[in-house]
């Protein structure tokens, strides 16, 4: 086995895969980066690559945006974290703009998706508690769900590869297929605290709850005085050319996960609800140390300056109708490397006939960084400051792969 150390450009040093000192949780690439420029990624060895993963959708301004860049460095240079003993001015103007921006009232921080996955289930779960009905703690959620890898996140998604060898599994998450309206009816009971959506499933293959679908959620737990809770890990801060997905439906949630997207690259995420849901998270029912630091909620505030900015989701939904367009082409021209193209906004997905994860790697090659999900799908979720130009670069190099897949299947048959 190779051991040595490799120099790279600007005096970084990689140990072979096999020989990393990380626990091998993740099968990684063999590819690290130097730097990023907007939608680009410059590796170690100085290729440049285009960025159509932005950090699994968290770079929504790209890499080293000069606002972001700006108000992180600032901000480090005058105090970075105090502890939620204390007010934390920075942290309570993120909260009142998400709540003026959306159906919440209150919010509370966190420094990813699960943790803010963690905070939706416990306050749905409190919610009926105070009310009196402490019994009403399930939740219902959906096949191909995924929330996160804590031990509730992995229970509620329900995937039998993430909680296998991990002990009994958190009680509480009744699965029903998704999207089938009849069996959420049926699941609920006497003990149903709420039902756990994701508006569009993300790592579950790009699969988009239809707005009709979300409205009925709704209505169900109008009906029988449970929970609506929308996991926008993914799906949120513009990704799919409104702030958040659920606003196509014209529906709103009591509880929302929200990360990803929302610090731009600095772990930040939060659980916004409505006051009447929060009843229940009163002072000392939850915590965090880190959770909306002046350092994580001051990018908070910076990256809402831009997806808020005029003009900011118009070009996301601009851009997304002509990445649509040209994958449907590449899609007719190839039928034997790309089934099916799926998506809103920026959260495009390609039902692949081919391995996805053997084309994510011909992409790669092709200077195309994309990410993988389920259903062999592929997942193309570039910053959401791309415009045509992008577009049309993405598009060559999957044209270019799919080719190269086309070809090697006429000479197979
Ligand atoms: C990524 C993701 C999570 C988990 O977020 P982490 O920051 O990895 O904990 C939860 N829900 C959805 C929909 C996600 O995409």
Redesign the pocket.
């Known amino acids: 086995m190779n051991t040595s150390l490799k120099a790279v450009p600007g005096g970084t040093k990689v140990e072979p895969n096999s020989h990393s000192a990380m626990m091998p949780t993740y099968a990684r690439a063999e590819l690290a980066f130097e730097r990023g420029e907007g939608p680009w990624l410059v590796s170690t060895e100085g290729r440049r690559y285009l960025d159509f993963a932005a950090g699994?959708?968290v770079n929504v301004a790209g890499h080293a945006h000069p606002h972001l860049v700006k108000a992180l460095t600032e901000q480090a240079n005058k105090l970075w974290h105090v502890s939620n003993v204390y007010r934390i001015p920075e942290g309570e103007k993120l909260a009142r703009r998400l709540t003026d921006l959306t159906f919440a009232d209150v919010v509370f921080f966190t420094n990813?998706?699960?943790?803010?996955?963690e905070c939706a289930i416990k306050t749905a779960r409190k919610y009926h508690a105070a009310n009196g009905n402490p019994e009403r703690y399930r939740l219902i959620t959906f096949e191909g769900?995924?929330?996160?890898?804590?031990l509730a996140?992995i229970a509620a998604g329900g995937q039998k590869k993430y909680l296998e060898g991990f002990g009994p599994a958190v009680e509480g998450f009744d699965q029903v297929p998704f999207g089938d309206h009849k069996a959420v009816e049926a699941a609920i009971g006497p003990e149903t605290a709420g039902i756990l959506v994701?508006p569009i499933?993300?790592?579950g293959g790009v699969r988009v709850l239809p707005p009709q679908c979300l409205r009925g959620l709704r209505e169900l737990c109008d009906k029988h005085g449970i929970l609506l809770v929308l996991?926008?890990?993914?799906?949120g801060v513009g990704r799919t050319g409104k702030l958040f997905a659920h606003e196509w439906s014209g529906i709103t949630p009591d509880i929302m996960?929200v990360?990803?997207g929302i610090g731009g690259g600095f772990?930040i995420?939060a659980c916004l609800a409505t006051r009447e849901a929060a009843k229940g998270m009163v002072a000392g029912s939850h915590g965090s140390t880190y959770g909306g630091n002046p350092l994580a909620t001051t990018v908070g505030n910076a990256v809402l300056d831009l997806v808020t900015a005029p003009g900011f989701l118009e070009n996301v939904s601009r851009t997304s109708l002509l990445l649509t367009q040209r994958l449907a082409e590449l899609k007719d021209r190839f039928p034997g490397v790309i089934a099916d193209v799926r998506g809103t906004g920026l959260l495009m997905g390609l039902k692949m006939v081919v391995p996805n994860t053997e084309f994510v790697a011909a992409l790669r090659d092709e200077g195309l960084l994309t990410v993988g999900a389920g259903e062999n799908v592929i997942r193309l979720i570039p910053p959401l400051i791309i415009g045509e130009a992008e577009v049309r670069a993405a598009t060559e190099a999957i044209e270019r792969a799919a080719t190269k897949f086309a070809a090697k299947a006429s000479t197979a048959a």
């Open positions: 699994i959708a990813s998706g699960a943790e803010a996955l769900a995924f929330h996160g890898r804590t996140t994701e499933q993300g790592e996991d926008e890990v993914q799906s996960a990360a990803k772990p995420g």
